[in-house]
């Protein structure tokens, strides 16, 4: 169960046994499958922290850009907004904006699902 979704026998080892942690420091006698997701719940948070937290300055704008429009309720946008919106961060905060050849037939949408995480949508065409 602890590594289900990734098939990895380390990953399970090392869920069970932060579980057991978890279990141990709550008084539980028995490491249940509750335990185990608030471990992958944590460790799935910090692995997505530690990947922010190791962007570029360039990319940190880029999703400043994205996650701007989401919370103006303005996704999914296409990737020229995206652009737009970047190049107005860069140049309000005084910082050279990155140039990006946009390929019109590779052109994709940004929008983002339910977790709040960022997912490329197939071009549908409007622009």
Known sequence: ??????????????????GG???SNSDDGTVTEEHIREVEAVIEFNNIERGIRDLTTQDHLALTAIVSLEVDEETPVRTKQVYAKYADITSYIGV???????NCDAERSWSFSKSQSARCCERDGAE
Do not use: H
Request: hydrophobic share 45%.
């Open 96 to 102: 050279i904006t990155a140039f990006v050849r946009i």
């Open 21 to 23: 942690e978890l279990a």
């Open 1 to 18: 169960m602890a590594a289900q979704d990734k098939g990895s026998a380390r990953q399970s080892i090392q869920y069970l046994y932060k």
